[in-house]
Protein backbone atom coordinates (compact mmCIF):
# COMPACT_ATOMS: atom_id res chain seq x y z
CA UNK A 1 0.00 0.00 0.00
CA UNK A 2 1.23 3.89 -0.89
CA UNK A 3 0.25 6.36 1.37
CA UNK A 4 0.70 10.06 0.38
CA UNK A 5 2.10 11.98 3.53
CA UNK A 6 -0.85 14.76 2.50
CA UNK A 7 -3.78 16.74 4.62
CA UNK A 8 -6.94 14.39 4.32
CA UNK A 9 -8.67 15.15 1.10
CA UNK A 10 -12.40 15.93 0.36
CA UNK A 11 -12.99 13.15 -1.70
CA UNK A 12 -12.27 9.19 -1.26
CA UNK A 13 -12.96 7.33 -5.16
CA UNK A 14 -12.61 3.39 -3.76
CA UNK A 15 -12.68 1.17 -6.80
CA UNK A 16 -11.86 -2.47 -6.26
CA UNK A 17 -10.33 -4.06 -9.13
CA UNK A 18 -9.73 -7.88 -10.13
CA UNK A 19 -8.09 -9.07 -13.65
CA UNK A 20 -8.25 -5.26 -15.15
CA UNK A 21 -5.09 -4.41 -16.26
CA UNK A 22 -6.24 -2.94 -19.76
CA UNK A 23 -8.92 -0.75 -17.59
CA UNK A 24 -6.75 0.40 -15.01
CA UNK A 25 -5.03 3.38 -16.84
CA UNK A 26 -7.96 4.44 -18.84
CA UNK A 27 -10.13 4.77 -14.97
CA UNK A 28 -7.43 6.52 -13.52
CA UNK A 29 -7.40 9.31 -16.26
CA UNK A 30 -11.32 8.94 -16.25
CA UNK A 31 -11.14 9.73 -12.72
CA UNK A 32 -8.71 12.41 -12.72
CA UNK A 33 -10.52 14.16 -15.48
CA UNK A 34 -13.39 14.29 -13.63
CA UNK A 35 -12.31 15.25 -10.43
CA UNK A 36 -9.58 17.85 -11.02
CA UNK A 37 -11.61 20.94 -12.50
CA UNK A 38 -13.27 20.51 -8.90
CA UNK A 39 -12.85 22.73 -5.92
CA UNK A 40 -12.35 20.15 -3.53
CA UNK A 41 -9.65 17.79 -3.20
CA UNK A 42 -9.49 13.75 -3.76
CA UNK A 43 -7.99 10.39 -3.52
CA UNK A 44 -7.94 7.51 -5.70
CA UNK A 45 -8.17 4.26 -3.83
CA UNK A 46 -7.50 1.62 -5.47
CA UNK A 47 -7.87 -1.75 -4.37
CA UNK A 48 -6.33 -5.02 -6.64
CA UNK A 49 -8.39 -8.26 -5.43
CA UNK A 50 -5.78 -10.63 -6.14
CA UNK A 51 -5.51 -10.30 -9.95
CA UNK A 52 -3.43 -12.75 -11.94
CA UNK A 53 -2.42 -10.52 -14.77
CA UNK A 54 -0.91 -7.52 -15.09
CA UNK A 55 -3.02 -5.27 -12.85
CA UNK A 56 -0.88 -4.77 -9.71
CA UNK A 57 2.23 -3.76 -12.19
CA UNK A 58 -0.11 -0.91 -14.14
CA UNK A 59 -1.54 0.07 -10.79
CA UNK A 60 2.16 0.80 -9.23
CA UNK A 61 3.05 2.73 -11.97
CA UNK A 62 0.24 4.57 -11.68
CA UNK A 63 0.69 5.46 -8.14
CA UNK A 64 4.39 6.30 -8.95
CA UNK A 65 3.41 8.86 -11.15
CA UNK A 66 0.40 10.26 -8.73
CA UNK A 67 0.59 11.02 -5.13
CA UNK A 68 -3.04 10.69 -5.14
CA UNK A 69 -3.43 7.47 -5.72
CA UNK A 70 -3.31 4.44 -2.81
CA UNK A 71 -2.97 1.41 -3.99
CA UNK A 72 -4.07 -2.06 -1.23
CA UNK A 73 -3.48 -5.31 -2.46
CA UNK A 74 -4.98 -8.80 -1.36
CA UNK A 75 -2.77 -11.80 -2.19
CA UNK A 76 -5.87 -14.28 -3.47
CA UNK A 77 -9.29 -13.23 -4.29
CA UNK A 78 -12.29 -11.94 -1.42
CA UNK A 79 -14.68 -10.73 -3.45
CA UNK A 80 -15.83 -7.35 -3.98
CA UNK A 81 -17.80 -6.58 -0.92
CA UNK A 82 -13.91 -7.29 0.80
CA UNK A 83 -12.26 -5.54 -1.48
CA UNK A 84 -14.94 -2.49 -1.12
CA UNK A 85 -14.80 -2.64 2.52
CA UNK A 86 -11.17 -2.22 2.44
CA UNK A 87 -10.92 0.83 0.53
CA UNK A 88 -13.24 2.45 2.59
CA UNK A 89 -11.15 1.30 5.88
CA UNK A 90 -8.61 3.05 4.13
CA UNK A 91 -10.25 5.98 2.92
CA UNK A 92 -9.35 9.45 4.38
CA UNK A 93 -11.73 12.11 2.73
CA UNK A 94 -15.06 13.25 3.71
CA UNK A 95 -16.96 11.91 1.07
CA UNK A 96 -16.52 8.65 -0.09
CA UNK A 97 -17.33 7.01 -3.55
CA UNK A 98 -17.33 3.42 -4.40
CA UNK A 99 -17.92 2.02 -8.23
CA UNK A 100 -16.94 -0.53 -10.58
CA UNK A 101 -13.23 -0.55 -12.14
CA UNK A 102 -14.33 -1.99 -15.30
CA UNK A 103 -15.15 1.69 -17.11
CA UNK A 104 -18.62 0.95 -17.07
CA UNK A 105 -19.70 3.31 -14.35
CA UNK A 106 -18.08 7.17 -15.37
CA UNK A 107 -16.28 9.24 -13.12
CA UNK A 108 -17.97 12.21 -14.89
CA UNK A 109 -21.52 12.01 -12.67
CA UNK A 110 -19.50 11.58 -9.22
CA UNK A 111 -19.59 15.62 -9.25
CA UNK A 112 -22.81 16.08 -9.27
CA UNK A 113 -24.24 13.35 -6.61
CA UNK A 114 -21.30 15.14 -4.32
CA UNK A 115 -23.56 17.87 -4.92
CA UNK A 116 -26.79 16.42 -3.75
CA UNK A 117 -25.02 14.95 -0.66
CA UNK A 118 -24.66 19.15 -0.24
CA UNK A 119 -28.29 19.34 -0.52
CA UNK A 120 -28.67 17.08 3.14
CA UNK A 121 -28.38 13.78 1.85
CA UNK A 122 -26.26 10.94 3.77
CA UNK A 123 -26.34 8.50 0.35
CA UNK A 124 -26.70 8.94 -2.98
CA UNK A 125 -27.25 6.04 -5.04
CA UNK A 126 -26.64 6.09 -8.63
CA UNK A 127 -29.33 4.40 -10.65
CA UNK A 128 -28.11 3.31 -14.39
CA UNK A 129 -30.94 4.68 -16.67
CA UNK A 130 -29.20 3.04 -20.22
CA UNK A 131 -27.98 0.16 -19.15
CA UNK A 132 -25.24 -1.48 -21.40
CA UNK A 133 -25.32 -4.86 -20.28
CA UNK A 134 -27.18 -8.44 -21.45
CA UNK A 135 -30.98 -8.52 -21.37
CA UNK A 136 -31.87 -12.06 -20.50
CA UNK A 137 -28.55 -12.98 -17.98
CA UNK A 138 -28.29 -9.43 -16.44
CA UNK A 139 -31.01 -6.64 -16.83
CA UNK A 140 -34.17 -8.78 -16.39
CA UNK A 141 -32.36 -10.82 -12.85
CA UNK A 142 -31.78 -7.29 -11.97
CA UNK A 143 -35.02 -5.67 -12.58
CA UNK A 144 -36.83 -9.06 -10.31
CA UNK A 145 -34.09 -8.91 -7.60
CA UNK A 146 -34.88 -4.42 -7.19
CA UNK A 147 -38.28 -5.23 -6.93
CA UNK A 148 -38.13 -8.19 -4.67
CA UNK A 149 -35.33 -5.92 -2.32
CA UNK A 150 -37.67 -2.76 -2.57
CA UNK A 151 -40.21 -5.11 -1.27
CA UNK A 152 -38.66 -6.88 1.59
CA UNK A 153 -36.16 -3.62 2.74
CA UNK A 154 -39.14 -1.26 2.37
CA UNK A 155 -36.55 0.85 0.83
CA UNK A 156 -37.47 1.22 -3.23
CA UNK A 157 -33.88 1.61 -4.67
CA UNK A 158 -34.38 1.22 -8.69
CA UNK A 159 -30.79 -0.11 -8.80
CA UNK A 160 -29.53 -1.69 -6.22
CA UNK A 161 -26.62 -3.23 -7.86
CA UNK A 162 -25.23 -0.16 -9.29
CA UNK A 163 -21.58 0.02 -7.64
CA UNK A 164 -21.45 4.00 -8.39
CA UNK A 165 -22.51 5.79 -4.90
CA UNK A 166 -21.58 8.18 -2.69
CA UNK A 167 -21.22 8.64 1.12
CA UNK A 168 -21.02 10.68 3.94
CA UNK A 169 -17.56 9.17 5.67
CA UNK A 170 -19.66 8.87 8.94
CA UNK A 171 -22.24 6.69 7.46
CA UNK A 172 -20.23 4.43 5.75
CA UNK A 173 -18.03 3.92 8.35
CA UNK A 174 -20.78 2.54 10.56
CA UNK A 175 -22.17 -0.17 7.86
CA UNK A 176 -20.41 -3.69 8.62
CA UNK A 177 -20.06 -5.09 5.25
CA UNK A 178 -19.41 -9.09 4.26
CA UNK A 179 -20.69 -11.66 1.78
CA UNK A 180 -21.91 -9.96 -1.10
CA UNK A 181 -23.46 -7.16 1.40
CA UNK A 182 -22.31 -3.93 -0.89
CA UNK A 183 -25.57 -3.84 -2.77
CA UNK A 184 -27.39 -3.60 0.31
CA UNK A 185 -25.47 -0.21 2.09
CA UNK A 186 -28.65 1.75 1.37
CA UNK A 187 -31.17 -0.81 3.58
CA UNK A 188 -28.07 -1.02 6.03
CA UNK A 189 -28.37 2.73 7.01
CA UNK A 190 -32.25 2.43 7.35
CA UNK A 191 -31.61 1.79 11.45
CA UNK A 192 -29.28 5.09 11.65
CA UNK A 193 -32.28 7.07 9.66
CA UNK A 194 -29.85 8.21 7.09
CA UNK A 195 -31.42 10.20 3.73
CA UNK A 196 -30.86 8.43 0.79
CA UNK A 197 -30.93 10.00 -2.77
CA UNK A 198 -31.10 8.03 -6.00
CA UNK A 199 -30.14 9.70 -9.10
CA UNK A 200 -29.55 8.97 -12.93
CA UNK A 201 -26.19 7.78 -14.00
CA UNK A 202 -24.55 6.99 -17.09
CA UNK A 203 -23.36 3.25 -18.04
CA UNK A 204 -21.29 2.20 -20.75
CA UNK A 205 -20.68 -1.23 -22.60
CA UNK A 206 -17.55 -3.30 -21.23
CA UNK A 207 -14.12 -1.99 -23.15
CA UNK A 208 -11.83 -5.04 -21.95
CA UNK A 209 -12.28 -8.16 -20.34
CA UNK A 210 -15.21 -9.91 -19.57
CA UNK A 211 -18.10 -9.46 -16.39
CA UNK A 212 -16.47 -11.86 -13.34
CA UNK A 213 -20.92 -11.94 -12.63
CA UNK A 214 -22.86 -14.71 -13.36
CA UNK A 215 -26.73 -16.23 -12.79
CA UNK A 216 -25.16 -18.55 -9.39
CA UNK A 217 -24.46 -14.91 -8.02
CA UNK A 218 -28.49 -14.78 -7.35
CA UNK A 219 -28.96 -17.35 -5.05
CA UNK A 220 -25.80 -15.62 -2.64
CA UNK A 221 -28.29 -12.34 -3.18
CA UNK A 222 -30.95 -13.74 -1.97
CA UNK A 223 -29.70 -15.54 0.71
CA UNK A 224 -28.04 -12.13 1.63
CA UNK A 225 -31.66 -10.29 1.70
CA UNK A 226 -32.64 -12.96 4.49
CA UNK A 227 -29.72 -12.22 6.04
CA UNK A 228 -30.66 -8.12 5.67
CA UNK A 229 -34.54 -8.53 6.61
CA UNK A 230 -33.61 -10.24 9.57
CA UNK A 231 -31.14 -7.43 10.59
CA UNK A 232 -34.07 -4.69 10.00
CA UNK A 233 -36.55 -7.06 12.03
CA UNK A 234 -34.02 -7.40 14.83
CA UNK A 235 -33.51 -3.40 14.37
CA UNK A 236 -36.99 -2.03 15.33
CA UNK A 237 -37.12 -4.52 18.29
CA UNK A 238 -34.17 -6.33 18.73
CA UNK A 239 -34.51 -7.94 22.00
CA UNK A 240 -38.39 -8.62 21.88
CA UNK A 241 -37.06 -11.15 18.52
CA UNK A 242 -34.22 -12.27 20.42
CA UNK A 243 -36.52 -13.27 23.64
CA UNK A 244 -38.95 -15.18 21.02
CA UNK A 245 -36.38 -17.15 20.37
CA UNK A 246 -35.06 -17.71 23.63
CA UNK A 247 -38.30 -18.96 24.89
CA UNK A 248 -39.13 -21.21 22.06
CA UNK A 249 -35.31 -22.64 23.07
CA UNK A 250 -36.50 -23.22 26.43
CA UNK A 251 -40.08 -24.77 25.34
CA UNK A 252 -38.27 -27.43 23.22
CA UNK A 253 -35.88 -27.98 26.42
CA UNK A 254 -38.94 -28.75 28.71
CA UNK A 255 -40.33 -30.61 25.93
CA UNK A 256 -37.63 -32.63 25.35
CA UNK A 257 -37.54 -33.62 28.95
CA UNK A 258 -41.04 -34.18 29.40
CA UNK A 259 -40.24 -36.78 26.52
CA UNK A 260 -37.93 -38.68 28.51
CA UNK A 261 -39.08 -42.16 29.73
CA UNK A 262 -39.39 -42.48 33.44
CA UNK A 263 -36.46 -44.83 33.02
CA UNK A 264 -34.42 -42.58 31.18
CA UNK A 265 -30.78 -41.39 32.37
CA UNK A 266 -30.99 -38.08 34.25
CA UNK A 267 -27.51 -37.21 32.52
CA UNK A 268 -28.77 -37.47 29.41
CA UNK A 269 -32.14 -35.14 30.62
CA UNK A 270 -30.00 -32.64 32.35
CA UNK A 271 -27.30 -32.34 29.38
CA UNK A 272 -30.01 -31.29 27.18
CA UNK A 273 -31.59 -28.92 29.06
CA UNK A 274 -27.86 -27.36 30.12
CA UNK A 275 -27.21 -27.00 26.44
CA UNK A 276 -30.71 -25.45 25.27
CA UNK A 277 -30.89 -23.75 28.52
CA UNK A 278 -27.17 -21.81 27.17
CA UNK A 279 -28.37 -21.49 23.96
CA UNK A 280 -31.55 -19.30 25.74
CA UNK A 281 -28.87 -17.05 27.61
CA UNK A 282 -26.63 -16.64 24.34
CA UNK A 283 -29.58 -15.52 22.37
CA UNK A 284 -31.03 -13.07 25.60
CA UNK A 285 -27.53 -11.36 25.58
CA UNK A 286 -26.98 -11.30 22.09
CA UNK A 287 -30.85 -8.94 21.74
CA UNK A 288 -28.96 -7.05 24.86
CA UNK A 289 -26.01 -6.78 22.66
CA UNK A 290 -27.87 -5.83 19.25
CA UNK A 291 -30.47 -3.57 20.98
CA UNK A 292 -27.48 -1.52 22.22
CA UNK A 293 -25.59 -1.26 18.87
CA UNK A 294 -28.88 -0.17 17.18
CA UNK A 295 -29.13 2.31 20.04
CA UNK A 296 -26.33 3.69 19.03
CA UNK A 297 -26.71 3.72 15.66
CA UNK A 298 -29.74 6.07 16.27
CA UNK A 299 -28.31 8.13 18.39
CA UNK A 300 -25.42 9.34 16.40
CA UNK A 301 -27.75 10.86 13.73
Not at 91 to 102: E, L, N, P
Not at 203 to 215: D, I, P, T, V
Request: proline share 6%; charged share 20%; net charge positive.
Amino acid sequence: MTRPLSAPPDISVCVPVFNEEDSVGPLHDAIVAALEPEARSFEIVLVDDGSRDDTIPRLSAIAARDPRVVVVRFRRNFGQTSAMQAGIDHARGRFIVTMDGDLQNDPADIPMMIDRLDEGFDLVVGWRMKRQDRFLTRKVPSIVANRIIGRVTGLPIRDNGCSLKVYRSEVIRRVPLYSDMHRFIPAMTIPMGARVAEVGVRHHARQFGESKYGLSRIFKVLLDLMVIKTLLLSARRPLAGFAMMAALVLLAAALALAALPASGSMVVGMTVAALLGSLAAFLLLLGLVTGAQFQNLRSTR
